[in-house]
């Protein structure tokens, strides 16, 4: 078993930044990789961006690249992620999830385990 904690999130001005923390417990953290997930309000669940066990792979949405960053502390059994120039349509609930594969996947359905979401909202 997996617990996954989100924190950081909050409400921000357009151009502004956020830093969201998850952090992990029960199993090894360094044993799986680790994604960032949101969904606006009316959408689907979609990918953000995921990081291997070692921090060796990274992959990101088209959307979020250049302006956020994933990074893991496995001494800390953390996740971050930096989202910087942050935009209106980046409003949305963030969730963190461990895929223990460790595989560096960007659908919803590999994870085995997820948080129960931060809220992010970016005004205009």
């Known amino acids: 078993q997996v617990q996954l904690v989100e924190s950081g999130g909050g409400l921000v001005q357009a151009g502004g930044s956020l830093r969201l923390s998850c952090a992990a417990s029960g199993r090894t953290f360094s044993s799986y990789a680790m994604g960032w997930f949101r969904q606006a309000p009316g959408k689907e669940r979609e990918f953000v961006t995921a990081?291997?066990?070692?921090?060796?792979?990274?992959r990101y949405a088209d959307s979020v690249k250049g302006r956020f960053t994933i990074s893991r502390d496995n001494a800390k059994n953390t996740v971050y992620l930096q989202m910087n120039n942050l935009k209106p349509e980046d409003t949305a609930v963030y969730y963190c999830?461990?895929?223990?594969?460790?595989?560096?996947?960007?659908?919803?359905?590999?994870?085995?385990?997820w948080g129960q979401g931060t809220q992010v909202t970016v005004s205009s």
């Open positions: 990081i291997s066990w070692n921090g060796g792979y990274i």
């Open positions: 999830a461990a895929d223990l594969t460790r595989l560096v996947v960007t659908t919803t359905s590999a994870y085995d385990y």
